[in-house]
């Protein structure tokens, strides 16, 4: 009996130090594990195909690509829109923010539809005007155009939800008001503007249908042609990790920037609206440059748009096509905005609710596809599927969980947002009255985040119904959405079949872009990821 | 027999540890306050009874029924313990019915049930009102009558009155009293409010550095706090040093009797505990001729007014104890800074370590 004792003592112990930690929410820990493994399952079989010829293959694909001239495009166009798009946007978020320019309200929306607008639609607005334009300069001027509310955004809400009181007290201990603004409000908005131009550059590194259209070459139209038209999935597949690592390397030199520039709101004190600067005589420039802005970013491809609709010449539209390509779009966003809200409740949950080493690695991991290019994640499930699922390549199914694990960046936003309001206490006075952990979870924690997930659901959605570049490699055969339709006669030039399915996309997503706009505020008030 | 009985409690947080072996009594059907500063494990103590979290050591215990002891833990839905967080903790996305009957069954939401609720914490008519349309006095009826809608065994309540006005403060806080009695429900208050807990509750229990220093009726421990600290922290406090003898104590005050302390009557010199209430205070010019001049001579250096009374601090002349004495006197007894007076002890006053 004696010698029983201690193995019994320590068994007690240690099912003691198990249970009296946080008792693990098995659910949560498996719907993150699979997310987390959703999303690095592309990027395995990426590593998988490409070193399946050897280093040396590697090595000489990559110079025979001449990635030198390939990373030269993507630095000097990166370098070019970002900085770009950071003046527009944070030039146009003080017009709007914290000047008296007239019709506010209206250039507040007018600035961020845009954002609504397929950038591979705004190229070929531009290239329907003149066929000539392409190169460098054209991409640049179009990938600025249609990426700078991804500045605006963050920076106008930020400039927005300023506390008044640090200016105040910066003009009262003797600083004018545009060094004010230059010492104090930049160093507030900083994060802001730093994780808009972040979005910015990844957004450079995976657009594809654009750069096609406007005949650049970067990484992503390389791989495209690579792996369409050399059928070299090897090739396409190393080329696509060089693209990570670039993607990754931004993601990098964000976050040590970011570090510095922290901000903090001194007390809990009341929101007032901060002080306008008058713009006297100088509101007229102000009107115009904004009108100027609305004009080349929005008027030129809702125009164009317009235009081919109107005069396209193409009057034997084929209705059912539009209809039938509407449908599959409709049906794939749906389900992988569903199966994207799903994976990102337990993800979210352990973020908020359990956080630890392992649930804050399950939540970055579940970030990354947001530096992941379309185009890896999708050749990465291609490669696996060839592969390991054959039943599976080029499937609904397969195009669904591309959707799915590329816009989960999104739905988390969404989702994480709204459970960091719902505060816990409510979940543990729900089950001092009597009801169980799942009881708990449907009748308390789903209503309080139910406008999270709606939201997650549309961005996702939305994403998703104008994603071209994945769904051009998935999509089944045969078988159209309203992106590869439009690319399918953009690229035979027959602009005017083209533009009733791009007018379809901006419909579909330029509402909750408005809506994103108004949303952005509340979630920078609430504090996003990280 | 005792309702909740909490024994040898100890829970950490990250290496530190916030209860370190609490031991707590709460009789059956009284009304229980856990007295104690922001931060000494109030609500981590709440939290343990109630369930959100498990103990490291030690046993808590509903009557006959063990509710944690680490091997044995009733998970917070199977305890019948109602809480009352601070704040309220409303559930925003529901109604006032539906947050008083969110742990009924459907048949007793459909009944009455929900509005004796409401009329029995008075506000029989605001069932349909959405939450965040409530004041606060409201928020704070709305949460109790849910957490009694159980007919909980023992009940939790999280400093439920310190969100309030001081003005409603004092009113809710008579009137959950009153309800709390009238349900004859084991309650357990936790509170920073020294006056909360003195006023509500039957038994107090003062909680410090994750330990219970001292428990028992109120005025138990007003008038025999265990040591000076607990004396300063349940009231304002004179120290006076004395001489002891035979159950009494020669102090500059006079020769005062001493409580019968639970042991020994004390030897040779200590301090003494005086309540600022047990000394009168006449002007000194007052006093009258026929008798012999009585007590301490001293002089008013402040005088804080609240109304109802005042508090003065007296320096003793010739300065004899090196504190300024405080004595608590009716309002209309405020006197100007300056004035000579005479101060007179009374009553017994209790020995300290």
Redesign the interface.
Known sequence: MSTLAPAEHLG?RLS?TW??RRRWPLVSVAGGALAAGAVLLPLAFLVVQAQRSGWGEVQRLLLRHSVAVLLWNSVRLAAACTALCAVLGVGAAWLVERTDVPARRLWAVLLVLPLGIPDFVVAFGWISIDPGFHGYLAAVMVMTLSLYPLVYLPVAAALANLDPGLEEAARSLGAGPWKAFAKLTMRQIWPALLGGCLLVTLGLLAEYGAFEILQYQTFTVAIFTEFKLGFDTVAACTLSLVLVMVSVAVLGGELTLSGRGRTFRPGPGARRGAPRIALGRRRIGAVGALALLAALALGVPVGTLGYWILHGGSSTLPSTSILAAAGHTALFSAAAAILSTLLAIPVATLAIRHRNRLTLLIERISYLPMALPGLVIALGLVSFSVRYAFSLYQSSAELIIAYAILFLPLAIVGVRSAMAQA?P??E?????????RSSVFL??TL??IAPGLGAAFALVFISSATELTATLLLRPTGVNTLATQFWVYTTNFSYGAAAPYAALMVAISAVPAYLLSRRMRTISRTGGPR | MSALSVHGLWKGYGGQSVLRGVELEVPAGSLSAVLGLSGCGKTTLLRLIAGFERAERGEISLGAITLDDGRTYVAPERRNVGYVPQEGALFPHLDVAGNVGFGLSRAERRGGTVKELLEMVGIGSLGSRLVHELSGGEQQRVALARALALRPRALLLDEPFSSLDASLRTHVREEVHGLLRQQGVTTVLVTHDQEEALSMADHVAVLRDGRIVQQGAPADLYERPADARLAGFLGEVNLVEARFSEGTAATALGVLALRGAPGDAPDGHGLVMVRPEQLAVTVAEEASPAGPPEGLRGRIEQCRYYGHDALLEIRAEPPGPSRALLARVHGEQALPVGTAVRILAHGPVTALE
Do not use: F
């Open positions: 007690s003691h249970s009296e505060s206490r409510l543990e006075v729900g089950r001092s009255l009597g009801a169980n009748r308390i209503p309080l």
